[in-house]
């Protein structure tokens, strides 16, 4: 035994490179790729402080949801310990802007059209995920030495999809960058890091701010009530477009200034004034962009031939292939809604049968195993409530009414064995799933779509995060303590009014080993439906597709027993304990987890995992009260003994 906690075995501290109001960043070595990183945890006085902790947690989730943009400091990872709470990011070996200020004065106004065009590229991308930064300023644009520009510190950032995290009126940022609506404690949206990034091209082509004072409280009211100065009075040179544009972005009506991001992006990035900005403060057309019309010459008409030729070319293959994948479409489209009716004429005819008085229970029987021999449907799967036709297979489905309209249907998985866990050779396979051992399952109802907002609220009678607008997306923010409490409430529920299949049944959360048999649905892949991660974006919202959010339950392909996302969007809590080692000492049948350990079982990929953590057999766990906005969970339904 070493003694090292999981944080302690995959990274190393080198040295500390900076502090803020409640964390210190390390520079680090992330031991099995041998690269830097920086790490940003807890100062030693808030350590086990729970306020902290969850800003910190927090922290790591804003950022988690704008992975891969080249102008955002990415988020590797992020561990909780018994002793701390660690964020691991990219390592920028560079500068901020405001060291590059402090050597340069001010920018030429080409270079800052250059830097705040990245800036705005980079939130613009932080917008469309639900988060505003709320404290852009030099000291958080980071230049690395080969002149790449990263956006850090969301330390502040909030969440506009999701609850408000602050206090009422709470001022957060800093007052010379601070938009008038921010220094006064209102509601914040994009608009307000426009703002900001006004001053901050203020600042970078003036060598000067727009506003300052001798408190925090003066500066932020000049931001409320007064005019900058023009840019033009202080720097003559300055484009008279660009003084336009920094003028435009610092109104004080939100409604006056660029409505998003990649507006004032684009304004930056305009072709013609690109090439206004790159002209000498000599150049008589300096300040006039008029002249600048007729100056840039056409192309070749050779080369602008060859180009619409290219152009028309690849038109006309992307519509011969639109067409070819019609006429596919329309072909399976007909063959499904044939089956559909053959299923419902045969369907129809057992349940003639079934009700008829003449009929013996032996005809009955007889009937049942004939249809589910015809359409592959389990014998065992007697609880039905009804038989569906969908995605080219029958199944047997229970759908339980909630109330106020909702429903929540459930698919029967069959009993059966399988292998659980990964082999040493499965690509991203973690050191907790083996060893592979065989297990054994009775049936039972699992939900066919992880648990939604609506349905929630509908079967617990509370309005979880108040009226949420997302109905249909999976419910989040639900500790493990939440979810078998919506449990033990939707068991009472239906056993008062539900249909007459599930008497003596009870609702629960599925078991780690009855989540990994249906996910897999009979496969021994990496995922359900093989092992190309090229394929995952057709089952799952996952790092490369979701857009940094959650989306509605169902949208993307199911497994072969009919369950949606289980790849991905939200992890899932599951009701065992973990083990690390628990696979050693499993139960070979119907396991039910460690019998004592603090952390619950999760599953499944979310919105914000890369394809290794999608995996069938990928683990993880977090304390029962632990919640945020990446896991939900959803309900199997069985026997009292099953219970």
């Given at each position: ?204 082509v003036t060598g000067t701010l ?67 900005l790159s002209r000498p403060p ?343 009260s632990y919640e945020n906005f ?14």
């Amino acid at each position: 035994m070493t003694g090292k906690n999981k944080f302690q075995e995959e990274y190393e501290l080198l040295e500390k490179i900076g502090k803020g109001g409640m964390g210190v960043v390390h520079k680090a070595r992330q031991i099995s790729l041998n690269r830097l990183v920086a790490v940003k945890m807890l100062a030693p006085e808030f350590v086990g402080d729970e306020e902290f902790i969850h800003r910190l947690t927090r922290e790591a989730h804003v950022i988690a949801r704008m992975r891969n943009h080249e102008n955002i400091v990415e988020v590797y990872d992020f561990i909780e310990t018994d002793e701390n709470f660690y964020i691991v990011m990219e390592y920028v070996e560079g500068e901020s802007l405001s060291q590059v200020l402090k050597r340069k004065d001010r920018l030429s106004p080409a270079e800052s059209a250059e830097i705040l065009a990245r800036i705005a590229h980079a939130l613009h991308h932080a917008h469309k995920a639900g988060v505003i930064h709320r404290d852009i300023k030099p000291e958080n644009i980071l230049i690395d030495k080969r002149g790449r520009l990263k956006v850090m510190d969301f330390g502040l950032a909030h969440l506009f999809d999701t609850t408000h995290k602050t206090r009422t009126g709470a001022v957060l940022g800093t007052p010379h960058y601070m938009a008038p609506e921010q220094a006064q404690g209102k509601t914040v949206d994009a608009r307000s890091d426009i703002y900001s990034m006004g001053v901050l091209l203020y600042r970078c082509v003036t060598g000067t701010l727009p506003f300052t004072g001798d408190s925090p409280i003066a500066i932020a009211m000049k931001h409320v009530n007064e005019a900058p100065p023009l840019p033009r009075s202080i720097v003559p040179s300055i484009p008279e477009k660009l003084e336009k544009g920094i003028l435009k972005a610092l109104e004080k009506d939100p409604a006056n200034r660029f409505q998003t991001a990649k507006e004032f992006a684009e304004f930056l990035e305009d072709p013609e004034f690109k090439v206004l900005l790159s002209r000498p403060p000599g150049d008589p057309s300096f300040h006039s962009a008029p002249t600048l019309i007729g100056t840039i010459p056409p192309p070749a008409p050779s080369s602008l031939d060859k180009i619409l030729e290219k152009t028309e070319r690849q038109r006309q293959e992307t519509e011969r292939q639109r067409q070819e994948a019609e006429a596919r479409r329309q072909r399976e489209a007909e063959q499904e809604a044939e089956n559909k009716r053959r299923f419902q004429i045969e369907y129809a005819k057992y349940q003639q049968i079934r009700q008829s008085a003449y009929a013996s229970d032996e005809q009955k029987s007889e009937a049942w195993k004939t249809l589910c021999a015809d359409w592959g449907i389990p014998v065992d799967a007697s609880l039905s409530s009804d038989l569906i036709y969908e995605n080219g297979k029958a199944r047997p489905i229970l759908a339980v009414d909630l109330g106020s309209g909702v429903t929540m249907e459930l698919v029967y998985i069959p009993a059966g064995s399988f292998r659980m866990g990964s082999r040493d050779s499965e690509q991203g396979r973690g050191n907790d799933e083996d060893p592979v051992h065989t297990v054994k399952l009775d049936g039972f109802w699992m939900g066919k779509y992880e648990v939604t907002f609506e349905q929630y609220k509908a079967a617990t009678g509370s309005s979880h995060l108040g009226d949420h607008h997302f109905r249909t997306e999976p419910v989040v923010l639900v500790s493990w303590n939440d979810a078998t409490g919506f449990c033990r409430k939707l068991t009472d529920k239906v056993g008062r009014a539900s249909p007459p299949a599930t008497v003596g049944r009870t609702f629960r959360l599925p078991t780690e080993a009855e989540w990994e048999y249906a996910c897999r649905a009979g496969s021994k892949t990496r995922f359900c439906f093989g092992n190309s991660e090229g394929e995952l974006g057709d089952y799952a919202w996952y790092e490369a597709n979701s857009g940094n959010k959650t989306h509605p339950v169902g949208e993307k392909k199911p497994n072969a027993w009919g369950l949606y996302d289980m790849h991905g969007n939200v992890e899932e809590w599951c009701g065992d304990r973990y083990g690390e080692k628990y696979y050693g000492e499993s139960d070979r049948k119907n396991p039910q987890g460690p019998a004592s350990g603090k952390y619950r079982v999760l599953r499944g990929g979310t919105g914000y995992f890369h394809p290794q953590h999608c995996r069938s057999a990928y683990r993880s766990r977090r304390l029962p009260s632990y919640e945020n906005f990446l896991i939900g969970f959803r309900v199997v339904c069985v026997s009292r003994t099953q219970s």
